[in-house]
């Protein structure tokens, strides 16, 4: 039988792949297409499975606006089927790609995810500066469950006392100084930090090697999707814990896997600002079979 929530007959989605860093993404505009698509989980994990779909870290959703303020509605899926309100790099992506699409011929492009307005320019360099709003340090609004407002939490797994920092950036985040990214158990405490109880929505977990006051190393371990080559929000997290903990100065670069970010936060009241790359790598079309349970 067909799928719960998809029609009985086939689908073709046109899409193009992209990238930041190596956070690789599905995207699909729903404007131009006449999609009758249910995003379930199960098409979703379809769709992200890198032996038998297209493979991504997050579908990537670009819509008509909702509000006359906004340019574009932006939703972001991850390759588990969850939607999560903020994606730094899927931001930048997405500015890209709607000028790629012809969809606008604007620079500066409003985009509105399920928790986040976010404002993306164009340089000419082309880089694409992503202004990411203002972190949230508020444990309730986080959601953390903590008594009152630290730089630093101790929270105890196994019997071990990890300290952390706790933020929002659109997605709930921990943050922890390693003194080596390369030797960090990344997966094992990423894994532990999610299934925490004072993360009743789990959370992203970065991993911060501090190199000077202006550049540090970043592995991050997110929520629905497992570590990432890059992760934009996190790394605008880690910027906003380390100078909180008074380890970093107002601009600083970020090292991924494969390439930079670079974050400027000049404190409590300012927006974080995200400057980096966003790679269009192909377009694609693809036919889910809903019958056969198959894309191709």
């Keep these: 039988g067909a799928l719960r929530g998809w029609s009985y007959k086939m689908s073709t989605i046109r899409f193009s792949k992209m990238h930041g860093l190596g956070n690789d993404f599905m995207m699909v505009e729903t404007i131009t297409q006449d999609l009758n698509v249910d995003w379930t989980p199960e098409l979703v994990k379809m769709l992200s499975s890198r032996r038998t779909g297209v493979g991504f870290d997050q579908l990537l959703l670009i819509g008509s606006p909702k509000t006359s303020d906004v340019d574009f509605s932006y939703r ?10 903020q994606c730094g790099n899927g931001a930048r992506c997405s500015a890209v790609f709607v000028r790629n699409k012809k969809l606008t011929c604007k620079n500066v ?17 082309g880089l694409v500066t992503v202004d990411v709003g203002h972190p949230c340090m508020d444990p309730a609004k986080v959601p953390f469950i903590a008594s009152e ?11 071990e006392v990890v300290r952390i ?8 985040h921990a943050v922890l100084v390693v003194k080596d990214v390369d030797s960090a158990p ?24 501090v190199l000077s006051t202006s550049e540090m190393r970043l592995r991050v371990f997110e929520r629905g999707t497992g570590e990432t080559m890059a992760c934009g929000s996190g790394a605008c ?3 906003v814990a380390g100078r909180l903990r008074g380890l970093l100065d107002d601009t600083v670069t970020v090292h991924f896997a494969i390439g930079d970010l670079q974050i400027s936060w000049q404190g409590e009241g300012h927006p974080l600002l995200m400057t980096g790359p966003a790679v269009h790598v192909y377009d694609g079309d693809i036919v889910c079979d809903y019958s056969n349970r198959t894309v191709t």
Excluded: W
């Design 237 to 239: 997290a880690a910027v």
């Design 165 to 172: 920092s706790v933020l929002s950036t659109g997605n709930p």
């Design 76 to 85: 972001i899926i991850n390759a588990n089927g969850t939607e999560v309100g």
């Design 149 to 159: 407002r630290l730089v630093e939490y101790p929270i105890e797994l196994d019997g």
């Design 186 to 209: 990344v997966k094992e405490l990423g894994t532990k930090l999610q299934q925490h109880s004072r993360f009743p929505e789990c959370c992203n977990v970065g991993f911060m090697q």
């Design 109 to 125: 492009i409003r985009l509105q995810s399920k928790s986040a307005l976010l404002e993306a320019r164009v340089e000419a360099n």
